[in-house]
């Protein structure tokens, strides 16, 4: 009964959805108001719905109904609920309506918490979203319905849910990602609604920015999360694999970076309007080609899983109307909400324009690189496929161009700005950057140019930030008053830019200083790696909730003092039969000790080993955590919600006259 | 001109620019960079390049995986039911490797015609074949399974 009550609900929700992208929408074209401010309501009414479904499939996996096929397929009695309550979303279909959930609540926070927009804008936006939603719910009813029951023939038992996705991190790493990947929709239906509107104007932007900023905030953490995942849980000590899914994901990460800086100088300065209109539109598109890549199959990826041709069809016909239609409407709208400001030269503006050119280059390098083997495949000339030596050649330079513009963006001014202010603002930290690339890797022998070079820009980064900072506490009475000047906007950027700075040394340091042994050990054995002693004690048999497993017994001393016990494991899980390797990681903010078991060697008792010393690799999720936070802290400003009274009537005023 | 305008050409100019330079980085990089992917068939009739980075997939033969004593190398075959591949690998195979499941092997072909790979990839849930391999199997008349057709 549940999951039929589950699968009505998501058929009233795309009614809802229909309703919601055709008569808010009528309603703005011919100015009927009553039409105009249904849409709220709808939209809430559509999050109530696409809810009630969620919920009815996760209450069918709760409580075991193996009679859903989706559950005896991807759930099983011995799975503990936290796994049953992520195999939700652990599976296509699920995961599909998870994407909804979250689209339905992105649409539901529009309605409720844009109460200072102007109703014509409102209704428009979320019109564009409900069509939005028409397609994924569609979607999930006609071509993966996720309560199609497997009636009279249930399976006593379901078939497990496959064992790597039983994972902490696998429980919030989709939900993180899609709350990115969908949050982009509403820079979308905004920027959607300008076009429409034909008006685009500092208030705009002042409307889509913290939208933007809290999509880009989760998409990093979901980043983030499926990069730690993959390190400890694939069981190779990697974290970034250049894999086709991975750039699905990260692709609207380098749009979205680009975006919330055009929209910046769009807000601030009235620039690069009908550009900041595209960059949403093209992120938005990136994350809906995201989801194809990952949802059709049609990559050779180690996330791939099982699929079906007949869903690749569906989402890239849906594709092909989102970005057809919006750039077929964006060539008609554009002239109208292009801007006619000028700018100096040696300027923020001019930094902001090279940060957007050089996130969009790597944006279509790495849309290139992913997307070449399947043009490749499609005009007969063979199967190809593109390697990471292709993505850090190309990725590696433009980041290193990025930071040197990065440190002088802070203490550069709106308009029109001097090189030798520049020069007298930065000579010091120039100065004292150059000394630490020098000194710093002097602490790790042997000397890297490489780290040197990271640590040099990340430092002139971090200098520069403190030297904008230093001067507008400066210029307050007290530190105290001065930091309580101190904008979230401000605060937000000196967060997320020193979390770039993290994240650059940490992923330099980690590629250049990891030492990484596969070696045969038996018991008895050990081995000493970058100072640290690994001794193989013994093998035991332990055994878990719904797998058993050999877990190898590590003790790692260092110069004789012990550091830690580790404890990999290689599982076999009952229900599936399927081996995995769960490795021990011995965390730390400068330094990971990492092991994981391969297979049994020999007779004699001896196992594959894979040690890893991997310093400073937690500066790299640091600095994304980082990021995160910036973003968030900068969606806090109080600019974004006030002011509703003056903008709601002369609003209404300007969009009646265009 | 109009100042507006002519700063308007200036940034063109400079993306142009900027993304000519992008480019040539891109065909710098493309060209050592791609593997080509061949069934294990073309490889025995020579059509592969030797000591080339590529990429080689099928099943693994059943009986055909040998792990040494002494270190982690492992010798196995990889088959598409026409023409079988020796391949060598040393290090840690992923989980799901397995005689009789779909793998691909990327490396190098030496003078012998043993692919020395440094990667293996193999599928990660049990439904899941890589897409090249599914299609090697089909033109040679078999399906996922190994099953003829």
Redesign the interface.
């Known amino acids: 009964m549940i999951p039929e009550i589950g699968h009505f609900a998501l058929i009233i929700a795309l009614c809802l959805a229909l309703i919601l992208a055709l008569v808010p929408a009528w309603g703005a074209w011919r100015g009927n108001s009553v039409a105009m401010a249904l849409a709220p309501s709808l939209a809430i009414g559509l999050l109530v719905f696409v809810g009630i479904s969620f919920i009815c499939l996760t209450t069918a996996f709760l409580q075991d109904d193996f009679s859903v096929k989706l559950v005896a397929s991807h759930s099983n009695s011995l799975l503990p609920s936290i796994y049953k309550f992520a195999a939700v979303w652990g599976n296509h279909e699920g995961s599909l309506l998870l994407w909804a959930l979250i689209l339905a609540l992105w649409t539901a926070a529009v309605a409720l918490f844009s109460s200072q927009l102007p109703l014509l804008v409102l209704s428009r936006v979320l019109s564009v979203m409900g069509g939005i939603s028409v397609g994924f719910l569609s979607f999930s009813l006609i071509t993966s319905n996720p309560f199609a029951r497997l009636l009279p023939a249930a399976p006593a038992d379901g078939s497990d849910l ?1 064992p ?1 996705l039983q994972d902490p991190g696998l429980i919030i790493h989709p939900p993180l990602l899609y709350m990115g990947y969908v949050g982009f929709s509403v820079a979308f239906a905004f920027a959607i609604a300008a076009l429409l509107g034909g008006r685009l104007d500092a208030s705009w932007a002042r409307w889509s920015r913290p939208w933007t900023n809290i999509a880009w905030a989760f998409l990093s953490l979901g980043i983030m999360l499926g990069s730690w995942w993959a390190y400890y849980e694939l ?2 000590g990697g974290w970034w694999f250049w894999d086709p899914v991975e750039n699905a994901s990260f692709m609207p990460w380098l749009a979205g970076t680009a975006l919330i800086h055009s929209l910046a100088a769009t807000e601030k300065r009235g620039l690069f309007k009908s550009w900041t209109v595209l960059l949403a539109i093209f992120t938005f598109s990136l994350s809906l080609l995201g989801t194809f890549l990952v949802r059709s ?4 990826s ?5 699929t079906d041709p007949a869903r690749g069809m569906f989402i890239l016909v849906f594709l092909a109307i989102v970005v057809g239609g919006s750039l077929t409407l964006y060539a008609f709208r554009a002239p109208a909400v292009s801007s ?4 100096g030269w040696v300027s923020r503006e001019s930094l902001l ?1 090279c940060n957007n ?1 050089v996130f969009l ?1 790597a944006t ?2 790495v849309l ?2 992913t997307l ?1 083997p399947l043009i490749v495949d499609a005009l007969g000339l ?6 990471p ?2 993505f850090n ?2 990725f590696v ?2 980041m290193a161009l990025l930071v040197p513009l990065m440190g002088l963006g802070p203490v550069s001014r709106w308009k029109r700005d001097a090189v030798e202010r520049w020069r007298g603002e930065l000579a010091i930290p120039a100065v004292v950057a150059v000394l630490c690339g020098i000194t710093l890797p002097l602490l790790h022998a042997p000397y890297n140019i490489w780290v040197a070079l990271a640590v040099l820009l990340s430092s002139w980064l971090v200098l520069g930030l403190a030297r904008d900072l230093w001067q507008r506490l400066r210029s307050a009475s007290s530190a105290g008053q001065g930091l309580a000047r101190l904008t979230p906007g401000y605060c937000g950027m000196l967060i997320a830019h020193l979390g770039f700075a993290a994240c650059v040394v940490g992923i330099v340091a980690t590629s250049q200083y990891s030492v990484e042994h ?3 050990m038996s018991p008895g054995d050990s081995r000493v790696l970058a100072g640290y002693e690994f001794r193989f004690v013994e093998v035991v048999q332990v055994r878990g909730p719904n797998f058993v497993a050999d877990e190898a017994r590590f003790e790692v001393t260092r110069d004789g003092v012990p550091v830690a016990s580790m404890g990999p494991q290689k599982r076999r899980y009952l229900a ?1 039969g ?4 769960e490795a021990a990681i011995d965390a730390g903010l400068f330094r990971d000790l990492y092991v ?1 078991m ?2 049994p ?3 004699s008792g001896a196992w ?1 080993m ?1 040690l890893h010393f991997k310093p400073l690799v937690r500066w790299m999720w640091l600095g994304a955590i980082l990021m995160a936070l910036g973003a968030f802290t900068a969606a806090l400003d109080k600019r974004y919600r006030r002011q509703r009274e003056v903008i709601h009537s002369s609003g209404e005023a300007v969009l009646r006259g265009a | 001109m109009h ?2 305008r002519r ?1 308007r050409l200036y ?1 063109v100019l ?2 142009a620019l ?2 000519s330079a ?1 480019i040539g ?2 065909i ?3 060209r ?6 061949y069934p294990p068939a073309e490889v025995v009739a020579g059509k592969a390049p030797v000591d080339q ?1 590529i ?1 080689v997939g099928g099943m693994v033969v059943k009986g055909s995986v040998q ?6 190398q492992v010798n196995f075959q990889l088959t598409d039911f026409q023409a079988s591949v020796p391949v060598v690998y ?4 992923p ?2 490797f397995a005689e009789g499941q779909g793998a ?1 092997a ?1 490396g190098r072909l030496n003078g012998d015609g043993v692919l020395e790979a440094t990667e293996i ?1 193999a599928k ?5 074949m ?3 391999v599914a ?1 090697a199997l089909e033109n040679s008349g078999y399906d996922q399974k190994g099953k003829p057709q």
Do not use: C
């Open positions: 496959n790597l069981g190779w199959g049609v990559l050779t180690v996330h791939a899983f099982a006619r400001v000028s700018f324009l050119v280059v279509l390098t290139f690189g070449f063979g199967k190809v496929s593109v390697g030596p292709y050649a190309v330079p433009l596969d070696l045969k599936s399927s081996v995995m390797t994981a391969g297979e060697v020999g007779s594959a894979r | 100042p507006v700063q940034v400079f993306i900027f993304s992008a980085l891109v710098y990089a493309m050592g960079n791609i593997n080509l992917f980075s990429r792990r040494a004593t002494d270190s982690l040393t290090g840690i195979l989980d799901l691909v990327s990839l990660h849930d049990e439904n899941y890589p897409p090249e299609d």
